[in-house]
Structures are given as structure tokens and as C-alpha cells.
């Protein structure tokens, strides 16, 4: 049971490329999160999923798009990058909403230069 | 709307010494709140969590917190702080069905021997 898994680790990207962060749970957990972090601000929602072929936006959605059509997986995608996508991309999962555990994947370290 | 406050973005104290870790939400119905821990280079992980059973939580790693409806409070503690407990601790809070997390800015402990 590898629980959540993102790759990749670590990614440079130049201003205006594009990515996708790939996120796989084998929890069979029907919510799945993105999420970014950057240093004292704590963890910002991009997007959540509460199950295959539902998304919705989080608190920080602009610049990125997501797309749910498994159960499993739950890949970001950067169109055009830009510095401010600068971060630490992490995604969870959880079998529900509000009182559930989410697990955590280990993260991916993005620079844009 | 739901928040989380974290009073102080960097908490010191002692090998052995009471750890306490402050935390206040804002949410107009009964909440339910969390506890993760981040170690460097990691996803976060939960340590505990308060689901309207008991208003004292224990968790792992010897931490507890205790859920305070008029101060509207859910502060984490350990008795005695160990160098492994070196980590950012994130609060976080869920009051409503099929909704994500709200997280806290994060504290960062750091023990010194």
C-alpha cells in the first residue's frame, strides 16, 4: 500500500512552459486535493475532487488546470508557467469531507526561473 | 467562513520542556479539527484530531490537545519535548460537509538540547 504518490520530486521549468504534477492514491479514497505551500503562509487549496469526472476550485486556482476521469489519479497541470507558481505542490486524499483524515503525499518542489 | 489562527510562526523551547502550540478557529457551527505535522523535506501527517467525541485528544507521539468551546481553542501540547519533535505543526479546521480543510500559517518547534 503505497498510500499517495506524486511525481515529480523536484522540477526547473522556464517562464512559459508547461507541466503536468502527477498525484496516484491506492486508497480507493474519493476526495483527492492540491494543494501549494510557501514559506510562513501555510497550505493553500488549488483545487479538490470528490470523485471521478467532479472538480472544483480551491482558494487559489488561477494558472493551474486539474482533471479527475479515475478514481486513482489526479494530475495538475501549469499551462504557462511563472514565478509565482514557485512553490511546493502537495497532494491528499481522503474517503470524505469533513471529518476524514487526508493523507498526504511527500511533495513536489517546483522552480520557475 | 471557517478559519484558523495560529498564534506564533516560530516556537523554541527545551530538550524535556512543556511544548505548547496555540491554536484558535473562527467557524459558526460545532468544527471539526486537526492536528499535522510537517518534518523537513516531508508531506504532513496527522498527529490528532477532534471529531465532537472528547474534548481532550490524545494523539501520537505523546501530544494531546484540548477542544475549548468558549474559547474557541484547540491548543497542542506535549509534556515533554524531545529533539524528533523538531517539525512544523499545522492546524486545521472543517465545519462543514464536503468541504476541504482550512489550514493554520504553521508553527515551526524547534528544540534545543
Known amino acids: 500500500n503505497a498510500g499517495v504518490t506524486q511525481t515529480p520530486k523536484f522540477r526547473i521549468l522556464k517562464i512559459g512552459q508547461s507541466m503536468t504534477l502527477q498525484c496516484t492514491q491506492d486508497m480507493n479514497h474519493n476526495y483527492m486535493y492540491w494543494y501549494r505551500q510557501d514559506p510562513g503562509m501555510g497550505l493553500k487549496l488549488i483545487y479538490y475532487?470528490?470523485?471521478?469526472?467532479?472538480?472544483d476550485k480551491g482558494e487559489v486556482p488561477n494558472g493551474y488546470n486539474v482533471s479527475r476521469s479515475t478514481t486513482e489519479d489526479f494530475p495538475l497541470r501549469l499551462e504557462l508557467a511563472a514565478p509565482s507558481q514557485t512553490s511546493v505542490y502537495f497532494c491528499?486524499?481522503?474517503?470524505?469531507?469533513?471529518?476524514?483524515?487526508?493523507?498526504f503525499g511527500p511533495g513536489t518542489r517546483l522552480l520557475v526561473l | 467562513a471557517q478559519s484558523v489562527t495560529q498564534l506564533g510562526s516560530h516556537v523554541s523551547v527545551s530538550e524535556g520542556a512543556l511544548v505548547l502550540l496555540r491554536c484558535n478557529y473562527s467557524s459558526s457551527v460545532p468544527p471539526y479539527l486537526f492536528w499535522y505535522v510537517q518534518y523537513p523535506n516531508q508531506g504532513l501527517q496527522l498527529l490528532l484530531k477532534y471529531t465532537s467525541a472528547a474534548t481532550l485528544v490524545k494523539g501520537i507521539n505523546g501530544f494531546e490537545a484540548e477542544f475549548k468551546k468558549s474559547e474557541t481553542s484547540f491548543h497542542l501540547t506535549k509534556p515533554s519535548a524531545h529533539m524528533s519533535d523538531a517539525a512544523e505543526y499545522f492546524c486545521a479546521v472543517s465545519d462543514r460537509p464536503n468541504t476541504p480543510l482550512v489550514f493554520g500559517k504553521g508553527t515551526r518547534l524547534s528544540v534545543i538540547a
Open positions: 475532487s470528490v470523485g471521478a469526472g467532479i472538480t
Open positions: 491528499a486524499s481522503s474517503y470524505s469531507g469533513k471529518q476524514e483524515t487526508q493523507y
